[in-house]
């Protein structure tokens, strides 16, 4: 790991991320995004090198580094991965072996300082097959997000980005890894960009004015014509105080429009009031009211009334929960989150119902990650975020677990839609061992009928996925660890013939080669069962392997 203190960087490390961030630049010219998110990553990239050469002209002090902050941290890194696989083509009848190579270099950059913080995790995969090579191919995998303060404390500009393989149908054919040849996998990619002001108004209230643009775009499926998808939204809010000791209040307004290639264009509009009473500095109330629109289900908006209360406790400082109901033209909609946390464990429940669109799940991680529980872990530990984010991130790595595994895929629709979802999660940590469990389920309603969309919800009005992930790690000494990893999933949808199950283990043992070197061997088995006519049947046996090295 490369420790680049006070923004200095090294001649070397700045040759690693020019060569990057060209060549990411280049991909995000060449996918057609708005010039709102290119002017993004623009600034992010620019505001963080002048911060540097400011840095090494000043002699490597920061104001960061008076202040102990945290420096930033640029990790390039490359590894190769193997395996032997019985089923390449995750078929049920006349299976075929083969040897798969997969190369991956990849850069991480962590931090914070003067005006520029962010995290942001790239790879680009090559994959070799042995046997034939018209299967050869190329992958990425991002994970970003970063914020600009342009103007100081009142413009900033915040940015997420997320690139990952995604399933083309919930009823296709599905698979626990990437290495397999499924033709019912692509490459999906969102970006979204927010700037936003904030600051006080009169001296009597705050105020906040946001705009919020995202845009979502597959290589394959319902989101693979023309543009894909995109979002627009304004949001405002006004709060402060009354005469009444406790009591505050807040009025929010949004506009939100959908704009998708496969059919019409959709946009709701909602004014709410809210009213706040803080009981103590651990228990708030609040009381909302108002009025929204939208053209969801028809071409005409529909005004309506919406009416909520909600509330929020935080008893110690390790748990909190967090309430939210609210009375709306689909019915209730609503938010309820439990976390719990001590100094071995980890604990999340959740349970929603709303309308989501298609940036809301892929650009966001499952609450129960093993990413999240032990980042909550680690609060008391290490308080700055970013340098919790990175001792989690390297602790499951040693662990072999995966940090952002997910019981199933997200649904690839360009439509709007009505989500429920349970979620329950915990994580266990001792001297040797470290236990994860997450179990997810969700029932995802299709809102209207009009338009032609090709997705999912034109097979099903109701898709539902359910299942969990599972995690054992055992430390053999302080430098390796045999780890299971275990996964179980199901889509169903409203007629038999839409059943798809999958079932995945994969036992595997982790050492530590040098300060900067890792390796893993292991096996896994995969096994799938479907009643679809647009999947396959199968079952898979594999011997895996991988070398990892960061600079």
């Known amino acids: 790991m490369m420790l680049v203190r006070d923004n200095h960087l090294s001649f070397c490390q700045k040759c690693c991320l020019f060569v990057f961030l060209s060549d990411f630049r280049q991909r995000i010219a060449n996918s057609a995004l708005s010039v709102t998110c290119k002017v993004f990553f623009a600034s992010f990239c620019m505001v963080g090198f002048a911060q540097a050469q400011e840095a090494e002209s000043s002699g490597g002090t920061s104001a960061m580094a008076a202040s102990n902050g945290p420096a930033w941290q640029i990790i390039p890194s490359v590894s190769s991965d193997f395996t032997y696989t019985d089923n390449v083509a995750l078929v049920k009848n006349n299976k075929q072996s083969d040897f798969v190579t997969r190369l991956s270099p990849g850069i991480e950059i962590h931090g914070k300082g003067g005006r520029v913080k962010g995290n942001l995790k790239y790879q680009w995969q090559q994959y070799f097959y042995a046997k034939d090579s018209d299967r050869n191919g190329q992958q990425r995998a991002l994970n970003a997000d970063g914020q600009v303060e342009l103007i100081d404390q009142w413009l900033y500009l915040d940015g997420r980005g997320s690139i990952s393989q995604q399933a083309i149908s919930a009823f296709g054919t599905q698979s626990a890894n990437n290495d397999s040849v499924n033709v019912n996998r692509t490459e999906t990619s969102t970006y979204q960009w927010s700037p936003y002001i904030q600051g006080r108004l009169a001296g009597f209230a705050d105020y906040l004015l946001r705009y919020t643009g995202s845009k979502t775009k597959s290589g394959e499926g319902e989101l693979s014509v023309g543009s894909g998808t995109t979002s627009e939204s304004w949001s405002g809010r006004l709060s402060g105080d009354t005469g009444i000791a406790k009591l505050g209040w807040s009025f929010d307004a949004q506009q939100q429009k959908n704009s998708r290639e496969t059919s019409r264009d ?153 989500a429920r979802r349970r979620e329950a999660s915990f994580m266990i940590t001792g001297a040797r061992n470290t236990v994860t469990f997450a179990y997810d389920k969700s029932d995802n309603q299709q809102i209207g009928n009009s338009g032609t969309f090709g997705d999912d919800f034109d097979l099903s009005s109701n898709i539902r996925q359910s299942g969990f992930t599972a995690s054992w790690a055992h430390k053999l000494t302080p430098d390796s660890a045999v780890t299971l990893n275990g996964r179980r999933s199901r889509n169903k949808g409203d007629t038999a013939n839409l059943d798809t199950q999958l079932s995945s283990l994969s036992l595997l043992l982790t050492t530590r080669l040098g300060a900067k070197t890792s390796a893993t061997v292991g096996v896994r088995r995969t096994s799938s069962d479907s009643d679809s006519p647009t999947a396959n049947s199968y079952d898979e046996q594999a011997v895996t392997g991988s070398l990892s090295m960061t600079f």
């Open 266 to 418: 959709t946009q709701s509009k909602r004014f709410t009031g809210s009213l706040e009473f803080r009981i103590t500095p651990q228990l708030r109330l609040r009381a909302t009211v108002g009025r929204e629109s939208d053209d969801y289900s028809a071409v005409q908006e529909t005004w309506r009334s919406v009416r909520g209360f909600g509330g929020d406790w935080a008893p110690t400082e390790r748990t909190s929960v967090t309430l939210n109901k609210e009375r709306r033209s689909f019915g209730d909609s609503y938010n309820a989150d439990f976390t719990h946390r001590t100094a071995l464990t980890a604990w999340k429940l959740s349970q929603s119902k709303n309308i989501n669109t298609p940036s809301d799940q892929l650009i966001n991680t499952a609450l129960g990650s093993a990413f999240d529980l032990l980042n909550l872990q680690l609060t008391s530990a290490f308080p700055d975020p970013i340098e919790r984010a990175q001792q989690a991130s390297l602790a499951l790595m040693r662990a072999g677990i995966p940090a952002n595994a997910q019981a199933f895929g997200t649904i690839v629709t360009s439509r709007v839609y009505l």
